[in-house]
């Protein structure tokens, strides 16, 4: 049996919770809400990040980030290709940098301006190029 300690980071409470995993279940105490059991329940059985980096373009580095989390044990993967590219056109806010970068659907990048002329850039994960964007671009370039 296998159990690990977090604190909750889905509210502003921070529960402290203690998750188990025994016989291909998870049981999860401490949790004050539902978002903290299935919180702990995914980091234990599959845990996720949103990762953020830059990609490297005609006009400079442009902030780049994932609209959601990939697998943990992807992000290195991801990281090689996002190394890898470079994008010789300028990207608006939304525009997809890199396709399916983690080949499982999830990785869509994006960000904001840089100041080089850029707007931002994403890394559509599924080639669907659907995001909610935030943030702006600088209008130059």
Known sequence: ????HFV?????RGCMLTATFK???AQVRGNMCPRGKKYAEAEITEPRRVLTS???TAYGLVPVKTNGEI???AIFDVMKKIRA???DRRLDLGDI????ADGDGVCDNW???NGCGNGAGYVDADGGGGCDNWGTGNGYG
């Open 1 to 4: 049996m296998e159990e690990k």
């Open 8 to 12: 909750c980071i889905e509210c502003p």
């Open 23 to 25: 016989d291909g279940a």
């Open 54 to 56: 830059t990609v490297r």
């Open 71 to 73: 697998k943990k044990t």
């Open 85 to 87: 590219a470079y994008i």
């Open 97 to 100: 940098a890199i396709a399916d």
């Open 111 to 113: 960000g904001t301006g």
